[in-house]
């Protein structure tokens, strides 16, 4: 049992290392500190498991959950605070995303299979869409290009958000923005 107890115990203590190094909103003193926690904590498992002193085994176990949580609150404040900050409106309910309008739908990347066949990436500046067509500039042939959206594979991407969309659920959306 004692074994099993430093056993989870090591595994949240690389989750706290793992969660404080993942986000864009940590700060050096938490990757620091995180750091020499688990390593500290690696250290007394070996000297408890060497000596069956087991109860510093099961408060270091502890407080590596009550860090766990902590790391999933600070990541969902900053989250938050993030989105507040940018104006963006995110609402999901089951399938349905609505942003806000300051979401910018002329900036849209995607793989384009064309009439041959061959596949390519594409970045794209949106002049103008519709059911069939996709026309704008594209920054990989360098020109004002037409695509068919038929011929999109595997959705379109907008830049701005990073939000992969079905390519006809891309021009509804782009449809009934008004641009």
Do not use: W
């Amino acid at each position: 049992m004692d074994v099993i107890i430093s056993i989870i115990g090591a595994i949240l203590s690389f989750y706290i290392v793992r969660y404080s190094y993942s986000g864009r909103y940590s700060e050096k003193i938490v990757k620091i500190s995180s750091l020499c926690y688990s390593f500290s904590f690696f250290i007394i498992s070996l000297i408890s498991l060497i000596f069956d002193d087991y109860p510093i085994l099961y408060f270091f176990c502890f407080l590596n959950v009550c860090l766990l949580i902590a790391g999933y609150s600070y990541k969902e404040k900053a989250a938050n605070k993030k989105q507040s900050e940018s104006g963006e409106v995110s609402t999901t309910s089951d399938k349905l995303r609505v942003f806000s309008s300051k979401v910018n739908l002329k900036e849209i990347a995607f793989e384009y299979e064309d009439a041959v066949g061959k596949q390519s990436y594409r970045t794209i500046d949106v002049k103008e869409c519709d059911l069939i067509y996709i026309t704008g500039y594209c920054h990989t042939a360098k020109a004002l290009r037409t695509f068919r959206v038929d011929r999109v594979i595997d959705g379109v991407i907008i830049r701005e958000t990073g939000e992969l969309l079905k390519s006809y659920e891309y021009v509804n959306r782009y449809k009934k923005s008004g641009r």
